[in-house]
C-alpha cells in the first residue's frame, strides 16, 4: 500500500476482487494463513482455494511464492491477478526473456506479492538463494495432492517442497480439491515432515453439479445426443486413449458443434492453441485425455463428459469439477463398460508399483464401479468416499429416476462359492462360464463341471452375471489380484455375506438407451436473457482486444448478475459480485452503457475511486452544494470552488464545525465562509439551503 501499511484481507476482498463476503469456509483459512500458521485446506473444486493463497499474500510482508503444477494454470492466475490490479509474476519455461526480465525488475524494485514457479524449477541451482534474496515469507502449494504417490497425478518433484520450507524457515499452505484419508496423510508427510498443520476438510459437494452415470450402448450416439441437448455451450469431453479424442472430435464437428481434439501426443504448439481458444471461445467443446482440464481455469464450463470410465473417484471428481466453477448449473455424463473395466485393471496390474499399492489402486477402481452402480442417491455415494455423510441430493440421476433393484444376496452368494471352490485362481469370465453351466475345454479340463457350483445359476444370462459380478467389485466384495493374473479373490467385507450374515442389494442392468436430458436450465430469464447476450458480447469484445480469455475481464456470474440487478450507476455497479475497484475503473461505465443503453454520465476519476463507499454520496451533495453557492447566496461575487480532491478529502473525513472544515488542506478561510455551513448540512443530509446569515 502506498503508505506501507497492511491491508485487512476483508478490505482487500471487496476493493480488490469485488467480493462483498466469504464463501463459506474461506474466511477461517485466509485468517490462519495471514497469521503465518502451516495450513493444509482441502476445498471443492471452484470453492475459491487460490483467494485463499493470494489475499493473505497481500496481507503480509514479503513475497509469497506459489508452487503450481502447470505454466497454463500460473499465467492464468497472474492475468486474472493483474486484471484486478495486483502485482505477480511467474518463472516458467514458457516465459519470453522480455517477460523473465520484467518479473526479475519488479522484483528487486521490491514490487512483487506472489511469484508462481513450477516444482520442477526448485532442482535449478541458486532457486533457493533467489528466494532468501527476494524475501519470501510464505509457501503457497496449489494441487498438492501432486506430491502424494498415492494420487492420480503424482510429481516427484513435489517433493522438493517440504526441504525448501525447511531451509526458508517460512510457513506452508497447501491446497487440493482432491485428497482422501490416505493422501492426506501423505502430503503432511511429505510436505510438514510429520508436524500436524492447521486443517480445513471444507467438503467436497458441488450442489449445483447434476451427476450422472449410463452403461455403454452406443457410446458415440451417447454423447452426441448429450452434447447436442447442449449446443452452445462449453464442454469437456473425456476420453480414454488420443485415437478416440480424435474421431469423437471429428463426429461432433460433423454434427455442428464447434470442437476439438487434445492429448499428450500433439506438438505443444497445437496443445497451447487449443488451450487458448478453449479459454477464449464461447461454445467450444475440447476433446481430451485427462491431460487437458488442470490448468486451464475456465468457470463457465456447462457440462463435462466421460466417454469412457476414469481411473478413480479421485480423477472423477477433479474432471467433473471443472464445471459450473461460476456456481451456476452444470451437468455431467459418465458412460461406462466392461472393456473400460478391463483397460483400468490393465493399467493397474501392468505398473511397476508394488503388490499394496496396485491392490489398493484395484480398490480405487472398486470404489469408482460402486459410484456407478450406485442404489440411491448418486451425491451421497461421492461424498461418503471423501468420508462426508450428506442428506439425498435430488439432483443427480438416481434421485431423478430411482433405479429398479432385487435381492441379490443368493446371487452374490453363488458367485463367491465358485471363486472360492476353484481357489480364488480365475477371472470372472471363467466363473461366469462355470455359473451358467458352460462346457468349455478351460471348465472341463481342470474338472470345474464336477463343481456343486456348475450350472447352479443358468436363472441368469451372461450379460447379467457379468452385471453381478460388476456390482460385486463395486460393493468391494472382490478384487483382482495382480500375482494371480488377475483372479477374483475375496475381501473381508464377502465373508459377512458368504456365511448368509449380511444381505446384499443389485440394481437391475438396463441396457435401452435412456433419452438424453433436456438442457441445462437457462442461466437467466427469459426478460434478462438478451441483456446477457448483450454483455457477454461486450466482454467478447474487450477480450479479443487485450488477447486475455473473456472470464479474466469479468466471468459469467457477475455478467449474470448484471443482467438480473442491472445497475444504473457507478456506485449500484459495485455491489456486484466481482466488480473490484480497478475493474470499476477500466470497465464500469462500459458495462453500464450497455445496461442503461445509452453512454454513461461520464464521472470524475476522483468521483469513480469513490464509487460504492459512503463517501460517494457525501462528495455528490458537497459537489451539488459547492455549484449552488460557487458565486456565494446572492449569485453576485467572484466564483470560488474548491477542486474535485479537496471535496474527497472532505467526503471521507467529514468534519464537525467550521473550524475543522477550514483547517483541512485546499480549504482555507475564504472558502470555508463561502461554502462552510452548506458543506455541513450536505454532510448530515440536510440539502443545500442557503447558509446562515
Known sequence: MPDGSLPTAEGLLASVFGFAEFRPGQGEIVAAVTAGRDTLAIMPTGGGKSLCFQLPALCRE??????????????????????????????????????????FAALDAGQLKLLYMAPERLAASGTQALLRRIGVSLIAVDEAHCVSQWGHDFRPDYLRIGALRAALGVPLAAFT???????????????????QPETFLRGFDRPNIHLAFAPKDRPRAQILDFAAAR?????????????????????????????????????????????????????????????????????????VAHADLP??????????????????????????????IRLRRAQIDESAAPPERRDADHGRLNALLG????????????????????????????????????????????????????????????????????????????????????GVGRDLSKDAWQGVFRQIMGHDLMRPDAERHGALVMTEAARPVLR????????????????????????????????LSALKAKRRALAEAQSVPAYVIFPDRTLIE?????????????????????????????????????????????????????????FDA????????????????????????????????????????????????????????????????????????
Not at 492475468?79 to 522480455?98: D, F, I, W
Not at 480439491?177 to 508436524?195: K, Q, S, W
Not at 455442428?256 to 492453441?273: L, P
Open 562 to 618: 448484471m443482467a438480473e440487478r442491472r445497475p444504473r450507476s457507478l456506485d449500484e455497479m459495485t455491489g456486484i459480485g466481482g466488480v473490484g475497484a480497478k475493474k470499476l475503473d477500466r470497465y464500469g461505465a462500459l458495462f453500464l452503457e450497455v445496461i442503461l443503453g445509452a453512454p454513461a454520465a461520464q464521472a470524475h476519476p476522483v468521483r469513480r475511486k469513490l464509487a460504492g463507499g459512503p463517501a460517494g454520496p457525501v
Open 177 to 195: 480439491a482432491t485428497a482422501d484419508a490416505e493422501t492426506r496423510t501423505e502430503i503432511v508427510t511429505r510436505l510438514f515432515d510429520g508436524a
Open 311 to 340: 481411473k478413480s473417484i479421485e480423477g472423477y471428481y477433479q474432471e467433473i469439477g471443472r464445471a459450473g466453477r461460476d456456481g451456476a448449473p452444470a451437468e455431467t455424463l459418465t458412460l461406462y463398460g466392461a472393456d473400460d
Open 371 to 454: 459410484l456407478a452402480e450406485a442404489l440411491t442417491c448418486r451425491r451421497q455415494a461421492l461424498l461418503g468416499y471423501f468420508g462426508e455423510e450428506a442428506a439425498r441430493c435430488g439432483h443427480c440421476d438416481l434421485c431423478d429416476t430411482p433405479p429398479e433393484t432385487f435381492d441379490g444376496t443368493e446371487a452374490v452368494r453363488k458367485a463367491l462359492s465358485a471363486a472360492l471352490r476353484t481357489g480364488e485362481s480365475f477371472g470372472a469370465g471363467h466363473l461366469i462360464d462355470i455359473l451358467t453351466g458352460k462346457t468349455t475345454q478351460k471348465v472341463t479340463t481342470r474338472g470345474h463341471d464336477s463343481l456343486p457350483t456348475f
Open 62 to 103: 514479503g513475497v509469497t511464492v506459489v508452487i503450481s503444477p502447470l505454466i497454463a494454470l500460473m499465467r492464468d492466475q497472474v492475468r486474472a491477478l493483474h486484471e484486478a490490479g495486483v502485482t505477480a509474476g511467474a518463472l516458467t519455461s514458457g516465459n519470453t526473456e522480455e517477460e523473465t526480465e520484467a518479473v
Open 500 to 531: 448368509g450374515e449380511q444381505s446384499v442389494t443389485l440394481r437391475k442392468d438396463s441396457v435401452a438407451r435412456s433419452a438424453p436430458r433436456p438442457a441445462a436450465r437457462a442461466l437467466v430469464s427469459d426478460e434478462d436473457a438478451p441483456l
Open 231 to 303: 449446443r452452445g455451450q462449453s464442454g469437456i469431453v473425456y476420453c480414454g486413449t488420443r485415437a478416440k479424442t480424435e474421431t469423437l472430435a471429428r463426429a461432433l464437428g460433423e454434427v455442428g458443434h464447434t470442437a476439438c481434439a487434445y492429448h499428450g501426443g500433439m506438438e505443444a504448439e497445437t496443445r497451447r492453441a487449443v488451450e487458448t481458444r478453449f479459454q477464449r471461445e464461447d461454445g467450444l467443446i475440447v476433446v481430451a485425455t485427462v491431460a487437458f482440464g488442470m490448468g486451464v481455469d475456465k468457470p463457465d464450463i456447462r457440462w
Open 622 to 693: 458537497l459537489l451539488a452544494a459547492q455549484r449552488d453557492f460557487a458565486r456565494g447566496a446572492c449569485g453576485t461575487l467572484k466564483p470560488l470552488s474548491c477542486t474535485n480532491a479537496t471535496l474527497r478529502l472532505i467526503a471521507e473525513r467529514r468534519p464537525a464545525t467550521l473550524e475543522a472544515l477550514e483547517q483541512l488542506p485546499g480549504v482555507g478561510p475564504l472558502k470555508a465562509e463561502r461554502f462552510g455551513p452548506a458543506f455541513l448540512r450536505a454532510m448530515d443530509g440536510s440539502g443545500s439551503d442557503a447558509p446562515d446569515a
